[in-house]
């Protein structure tokens, strides 16, 4: 079966691959990049947006991914602002030196100083889009939030999140090691059953 993958994020793009394509599934990459704003005020609201204008403008099965980091003693945040989080805002915003990836991660641990609970959860959603059909799954990591980032693998909060289970981040775990707990592993293997039970 073939996937469009709902995403212009290459990190999303390879772990949807590595995941999927062992169980039998094609994932096709964008042709073009499409613009879509993500209006939804929950990760599934935004998958379904995203999987909906993809499969719209190309015409298949399109798969989106809306995903984040939830934070206790942040009050959930940054939620589903995971991707822009330092340029909202809540608790300041933050300069932009070098990527989004590296603002978002000094936000977070300036806000996360002097917190004793430190418990978080990487959430995902996977929505697939087929027209008059759709289909979801939800997966969950639960962790804590580290010290400092540790680890160049990747991408994200990666470097900042230590799963349950682990004592090194995410970013310092092998691609197979983070596959197996991922929230994204875990919402897309709950997909792909879900699809066999439908015999798609």
Known sequence: MKLLAATT????????RRILQPLGYEVIEPPEKIHVEESGFTFLENAYIKAKAYYE???MPALADDSGLVVDALGGYPGVYSSRFYSIDFGGREELKGSKDDANLRKLLRLMEGKENRSASFVAFVVLYMGGKGFFSRGE???VIAEQPKGEGGFGYDPIFIPEGFSRTMAELSPEEKDGISHRGKALRALSELLKKCEL
Do not use: Q, T
């Not at 994020?9 to 949807?16: C, D, F, S, T, Y």
């Open 9 to 16: 994020n290459p990190g999303k793009l390879r772990e949807i």
């Open 141 to 143: 990591c639960k962790g």
């Open 57 to 59: 403008h190309f015409s």
